[in-house]
C-alpha cells in the first residue's frame, strides 16, 4: 500500500512559478512510476507530467505544459516534484499526484494510476 501527499499549492500572479512536492510512504517508492494530474472546475482530470521508474527516469509532459513544467524524483526521500514555471490562468486546478508500480505505458491515462493523493489547490490570477 502507498499513500501519497501533496504540498505546495497556493495562489500566484500568472508568470509565477510555484513547486509541488509529493511525499510517498511505504516501500520500493522507486519501483513506481509517477503521474502528476489536474482537474478545474467542470473539467475532466487531465495528465500534466510522468515520470518512469526506471533509472533513466524518463519523463512525459501534456502539450499544454511542456517547455513550462517540470518533474523530477529524489528516491532516497520519497518524493515527487512539479516544478511550474511562467504559470497561466488556464493552470488553475486542484493538482493530484499519482503512483503506479511498474507502469512502462499508458502514462497519460488516469486509470493506469492506483495510488493518488488528495490533491493540492492552484490558483493562478491574471
Known amino acids: 500500500q502507498v499513500q501519497l501527499v501533496e504540498s505546495g499549492g497556493g495562489l500566484v500572479q500568472a508568470g509565477g512559478s510555484l513547486r509541488l512536492s509529493c511525499a510517498a510512504s511505504g516501500r520500493a517508492f522507486s519501483n513506481y512510476a509517477m503521474g502528476w494530474f489536474r482537474q478545474a472546475p467542470g473539467k475532466e482530470r487531465e495528465f500534466v507530467a510522468a515520470?518512469?521508474?526506471?533509472?533513466?527516469?524518463?519523463?512525459y509532459y501534456a502539450d499544454s505544459v511542456k517547455g513550462r513544467f517540470y518533474i523530477s524524483r529524489d528516491n532516497a526521500k520519497n518524493t515527487v516534484y512539479l516544478q511550474m514555471n511562467s504559470l497561466e490562468p488556464e493552470d488553475t486546478a486542484v493538482y493530484y499526484c499519482?503512483?503506479?508500480?511498474?507502469?512502462?505505458?499508458?502514462?497519460?491515462?488516469?486509470?493506469?494510476?492506483?495510488?493518488w493523493g488528495q490533491g493540492t489547490q492552484v490558483t493562478v490570477s491574471s
Open positions: 515520470i518512469s521508474w526506471t533509472s533513466v527516469s524518463s519523463t
Open positions: 499519482a503512483g503506479a508500480r511498474g507502469l512502462a505505458s499508458n502514462w497519460y491515462e488516469p486509470m493506469a494510476y492506483r495510488y
